[in-house]
């Protein structure tokens, strides 16, 4: 994913896209999650015992056709067998939903958490910068000898950008790992689903095209950014090279840096408020996704107790 200068390729992020979906559903709101989430529902699902249901139907009609022969009865047997195979696949996909939910929710909060300590350490660097170029902006104004002070605070300035852009690279390859890491477990999961969950494949589509245009919007900030250190960088050395004229000239440098580092907080803030928006479009879309999956899950449930009374009535009017 990571072309030969360590920056991020988009063109291979569709395979990974899908599953950052589910990541970014749970990075932001794993705490708002209510208790009746889609996994809570599923185990709270009443599932019937067919085989006891179908050991007392065998029974009673037993009981009835004392005097019938074997091969009458070989049918019933045969019924019990394939209820209690099918509630045995529905409990293992419930068990593997359960178990994968719980996994997502952990990577999520890891990510989540890391995604915060970025935000905050690059946030503590750029008022560092104010701070510093204020700073010096008051300490030029009457000394002759600044210009050596000077040299040595851009020296820092330069050093602070090259931690800056190597903690974005840091986060950028660790999240680039974690959706690795959901893709490869996603891909297992959906090796076990039956047919009963074949109906959400639209919704994950469309889940796929948001985070997309999610990871899109990333990589631009990452660009961005980066643009926004290699400017810093550029700034400071023709600053150092306009040190030898008059100090007039790198106090007015040492301005342009400081609105720079204003701009580039005022980007991340802009930026931060459309993650957040698109977060949010994306948690609605998976409460939405939720109540469907609950949806067609009742129904199967339904026609599964429906065939199962139909099956028993032919049972009886046979006997």
Avoid at 101 to 129: D, F, M, P, V, W
Avoid at 223 to 245: F, M
Avoid at 267 to 294: F, H, P, V
């Amino acid at each position: 994913m990571m072309d030969a200068k360590g920056k991020l390729n988009i063109c291979n992020l569709r395979g990974p896209a899908i599953v950052f979906a589910l990541f970014t559903l749970i990075v932001v709101f794993p705490a708002r999650a209510e208790p009746g989430d889609f996994l809570d529902n599923i185990s709270k699902l009443e599932i019937n015992n067919p085989p006891a249901s179908g050991a007392a139907s065998g029974e009673s009609v037993s009981s009835k056709q004392n005097n019938d022969s074997p091969d009458k009865k070989t049918p019933q047997k045969q019924d019990v067998v394939r209820k209690k195979s099918h509630q045995n696949k529905t409990e293992s996909t419930i068990n593997a939903l359960r178990k994968q939910n719980a996994e997502l929710s952990a990577a999520a909060k890891a990510a989540e958490k890391k995604r915060a300590e970025t935000t905050r350490e690059l946030s503590a660097q750029i008022a560092e910068l104010k701070a510093q170029s204020e700073q010096r902006v008051r300490k030029e104004s009457g000394e002759t000898a600044a210009v050596s002070a000077l040299s040595k605070k851009n020296a820092e300035l330069a050093a602070a950008a090259e931690a800056a852009q190597k903690k974005l690279d840091e986060t950028t390859r660790s999240l680039t790992a974690q959706i690795a890491a959901l893709t490869a477990q996603r891909a297992q999961n959906e090796s076990g689903q039956t047919t009963a969950l074949d109906a959400l494949s639209k919704k994950n589509a469309e889940l796929a095209a948001a985070v997309e245009a999610a990871q899109k919007k990333l990589d631009e900030t990452s660009r961005t950014l980066s643009v926004q250190i290699a400017a810093l960088k550029t700034q400071k050395e023709q600053s150092e090279n306009l040190q030898k004229s008059t100090i007039n000239t790198l106090t007015g440098k040492n301005l342009e840096l400081r609105a720079a580092a204003e701009s580039a907080q005022k980007k991340q803030d802009e930026t931060t408020r459309a993650l957040s928006a698109q977060i949010a479009m994306l948690n609605k879309q998976r409460a939405e996704r939720e109540g469907q999956q609950k949806t067609a899950l009742d129904a199967l449930r339904q026609k599964e107790r429906r065939a199962g009374r139909r099956r028993r009535s032919g049972a009886e009017k046979a006997g």
